[in-house]
């Protein structure tokens, strides 16, 4: 057993990084369930997520790769374990990334001038700006307005301690490996539920969801398939990148067991963003393979992998379309009363968020060129203290966005950003994910093989599915996966102004027996 050696526990290396990354995940689930099972009352009750964060910070100031992978593995979890433990846990990423965030900019300051890009940090700034006007131009109140910056800013504040620190090589291809053994746990475990749900059911008592389309609704160990949807499209879309890169097959098969796991949670801006994903990868190996028929060589294997799952699935998705089609038809916006049924699944319930959209678009114009302000519209602060825009809109006779429940209000991200921010915030918003898309496609023309090659492409392949995900989802304000996509990112970004080396458009072909994961 790799963890009954502690010689390697300080190794550095791909393994030690693994054995650290495992005794550290274990530290920061255990140490705050056991301090919640105590019952302390408040305000000692924050000890729970706090001992959590003392552990993360104090490894992130001697591991800060490792602290970095265990905080986002832990944070995608963390409404599972909410469901079993006492104790808020769930404010755990808040204190960890003002702690981390900290450390990482107190490292990184003295380098300023190389990490500073003003394109991105220009377009977030006025982001700032533009919802600090607009929260001031319509008095939101400080008690809202200021939890609800937090809540944006949080996991920006995080892309840029990722940015901050210094990632080697051997962490990232530890870090991914890692990442790779808890999503392969996860999918095996979605599998046992596909083929036992009476005994799965009764072991972990997760909530149930009904099958969709003829499909059996698939969320391993998650509270929703939304989260597990999301889990293995991401690690899919990395194996599908690490096979491109090395050509080993195992990481093909692998991609394509992932891809079912997809198509298992029946839902359908999780396939939708795998597609998404692997068009990104396709649209870069054009770049930078001089033929078409290179390019088909590259690309054949996966192609005809991920085409035949689909073929197989050909009645689901068409089932899938047409549950989409009636419930568009049948539930319009406006067409639910208030105080109807809860339910567990947002997808039930796209009459809210087509009438979030189009009430977003209804603010920005009343209120041109700002919005409502922070923490009044499509965010988690709006339905804690319910916001009156959705009375002033008519928005609050719709199921979900009620004042008696408005379990909808979140359910997306582009009205949240337009009718908070308005339209210079969300124009700057755009150009904030442009630059970092930007960025990841220029990084991605470097010559480097194996597992920076590797790192680079998958990033630029999960950017694409989380913006497809953005679409139906509070993405890139979701802490369950936000965190993941931004460690990546912010990867490429750190390792990127510590080799200020201009990529190449066009690089030779990888080699082939690099290892990656």
Known sequence: MILASPRRWGEASEAGFVVRFVLLALAVVIVPVVVGALGLRSPFHLLVPVSGAVILAIAFIWRPAEALVVFAVVVLFYNTIAYYASGPIKQLDEISVGMITLIAFVRGAPHWRSWIWWPRDLAFAIVLVMALVSTAANGVPAEIWIPALLLVGKPIAFLYAVIWTEIRPWEIKGGLRAVLGVACVTLALGLVEVLFPAAFDAVFRLPVFEARSSLPVVKSVFVHPGQFGFFVTFVGLFLFAAFLVTRQLRWLFLGLAFSLGTILSARRRAILALLAGLGAGFLESL???????????????????????????????????????????????????????????????????????????????????????????????????????????????????????????????????????????????????????????????????????????????????????????????????????????????????????????????????????
């Open 287 to 517: 770049r930078k393979r001089p033929s078409p028929r290179e390019v088909v060589r590259e690309w054949w294997p996966v192609a005809i992998g991920v085409g035949l799952l689909l073929v197989a699935f050909i009645p689901v998705f068409i089932g899938l379309v047409d549950l989409t089609v009636d419930r568009f038809i049948e539930n319009p916006p406006g067409g639910q009363a208030p105080g109807e049924p809860d339910v567990v699944d947002s997808d039930e319930n796209p009459a809210a968020r087509i009438a979030l959209y189009i009430g977003s678009v209804d603010i920005a114009t009343d209120r041109l060129p700002l919005g409502a302000g922070l923490g009044r519209y499509a965010s988690w602060m709006s339905r804690i203290e319910y916001s009156p825009v959705y009375e002033q809109y008519g928005l609050s006779d719709i199921r979900g966005l009620g004042p008696e429940n408005p379990l909808y209000a979140t359910d997306t991200f582009w009205p949240q950003i337009l009718g908070e921010f308005g339209v210079i915030g969300l124009a700057a918003y755009i150009a904030f994910l442009a630059t970092l898309a930007y960025r990841l496609w220029r990084e991605s023309g470097r010559p480097d093989g194996g597992t920076l090659r590797v790192l680079r492409l998958g990033a630029g392949m999960v950017f694409a599915q989380a913006l497809v995900e953005s679409a139906a989802n509070a993405m890139f304000h979701s802490p369950p996966r936000v965190y993941l996509l931004f460690l990546v990112v912010g990867a490429v970004m750190s390792i990127a102004w510590r080799s200020p080396a201009p990529p190449r458009t066009a690089a030779p072909d990888p080699p082939r027996t690099a290892g990656a994961s």
